[in-house]
Structure formats: structure tokens, C-alpha cells
T-cell receptor, first 114, second 113 residues
Framework: DGGITQSPKYLFRKEGQNVTLSCEQN?????MYWYRQDPGQGLRLIYY???????QKGDIAEGYSVSREKKESFPLTVTSAQKNPTAFYLC?????????????FGPGTRLTVL | GQQLNQSPQSMFIQEGEDVSMNCTSS?????WLWYKQDPGEGPVLLIA?????ELTSNGRLTAQFGITRKDSFLNISASIPSDVGIYFC?????????????FGPGTRLSVLP
């Protein structure tokens, strides 16, 4: 089955700790994205990557970091510098070539800071 | 920057009724996507639109790319309980703003039996 997997589904963190959220895709997509979702708001872009070993900041990158060492993987680290990290985090991927390159989403990770 | 508005914010309908919702932008888009999100899950792509005026169906769902290129519409016919969820629109203008999409805040749909 082709798709996007995110782990863990639920994550609890103490204040001051860094945590890493996993995102893997086997769709052979070049581009991968991380979004944050808060209640009543649209998805906000944290980071995106269109090719291995390259990534760009989105609208709300402060307090987050990413890496893209493999095409299939795009992990997100929520650092202690992120002031309000409790949220639902969504990973997405898409093709970059051609006209039709919709984004497809993983099942999400809910992060709660205790 | 780009912003998307969705209307209505929420709606309650009786099972079997038809549903209409829309998405408007402050700028022109050349791609519109519609997603449905169930509680605690990731959004699932329902329909993609690529041409102004385009009308596309997916089962009981029909979406249209507005001719002004600043809006899109989603209709659901004969609603059923599993239609409950949040419906998001997303738009993009690759020439002006690149690869990334901007997302609306969502329309929350509740279906009463």
C-alpha cells in the first residue's frame, strides 16, 4: 500500500524537552511538508522540502527544525524554543513535476505538552 | 499575503438534505483542492480542480472552480451520517506564489438523523 505514515499518533512532552515527529512516505514524491493545526484554524505551514538535503521555512518555522536526508523521510523536531507546541501536526507530500501535484496527508500526530 | 475564507463556518443539516459550501480568496488561484477531515485524522483529498469553470464530481460530491478564479464551491447531495466532518479548501497560484497551498479554516458539517 502506498501512503504516508506518521508516528507516534500521540506524544506527550514535558516543558523544556525536544521531541521528534516521524513522517515517512512511499509514494515516490519529491516534496514533503509539515503543517500545524489548531482548533478553528486552517493548516499553517511549518517547513517544506522539495528535494533531498534541501528545505525551506514556512510561515511558522520558529521553534521547529527539520532534516531531509532521504527522499522518503522528513522528520520534524519540536524544540524547547517553541512557546506553544501543543497542537495536531500533519505531514504531507506531493509530486513536484507536471501539472497535477496535489498534496496527500498522513494521519497526524497529536502533541501535548504537560 | 494570501487568505482563504470558508462559508459557512459550521452547519447542521438533516440526513438526506443537500449541502453547499464555498471558499473565497483575496487573490487569483489556478488550483483548488477540497479535503475532508474526520476527528483526529489527517485530511483526505476529495476533489482537485485545475481550470476556471471546471465542474468535477466524486460520487455525491460536486465541486466547481469559480470563473473569477477567486472562489470554489463544494456541494454534497443526499447527505448521510458519514459525511460528518470538517471540509477544507486549499488554493494555489504556482506562477505567483510557487508550489505551496494555502488552506481555509474549514466548514464543520453535522448531519442529524
Amino acid at each position: 500500500d502506498g501512503g504516508i505514515t506518521q508516528s507516534p499518533k500521540y506524544l506527550f512532552r514535558k516543558e523544556g524537552q525536544n521531541v521528534t515527529l516521524s513522517c515517512e512516505q512511499n509514494l515516490n514524491h519529491d516534496a514533503m511538508y509539515w503543517y500545524r493545526q489548531d482548533p478553528g484554524q486552517g493548516l499553517r505551514l511549518i517547513y517544506y522540502s522539495q528535494i533531498v538535503n534541501d528545505f525551506q521555512k514556512g510561515d511558522i518555522a520558529e521553534g521547529y527544525s527539520v532534516s531531509r536526508e532521504k527522499k522518503e523521510s522528513f522528520p520534524l523536531t519540536v524544540t524547547s524554543a517553541q512557546k506553544n507546541p501543543t497542537a495536531f501536526y500533519l505531514c504531507a507530500s506531493s509530486k513536484t513535476s507536471g501539472e497535477y501535484n496535489e498534496q496527500f496527508f498522513g494521519p497526524g500526530t497529536r502533541l501535548t505538552v504537560l | 499575503g494570501q487568505q482563504l475564507n470558508q462559508s459557512p463556518q459550521s452547519m447542521f443539516i438533516q440526513e438526506g438534505e443537500d449541502v453547499s459550501m464555498n471558499c473565497t480568496s483575496s487573490s487569483i488561484f489556478n488550483t483548488w483542492l477540497w479535503y475532508k477531515q474526520d476527528p483526529g485524522e489527517g485530511p483526505v483529498l476529495l476533489i482537485a480542480l485545475y481550470k476556471a469553470g471546471e465542474l468535477t464530481s466524486n460520487g455525491r460530491l460536486t465541486a466547481q472552480f469559480g470563473i473569477t478564479r477567486k472562489d470554489s464551491f463544494l456541494n454534497i447531495s443526499a447527505s448521510i451520517p458519514s459525511d460528518v466532518g470538517i471540509y477544507f479548501c486549499a488554493g494555489r497560484n504556482r506562477e505567483n506564489y510557487g508550489q505551496n497551498f494555502v488552506f481555509g479554516p474549514g466548514t464543520r458539517l453535522s448531519v442529524l438523523p
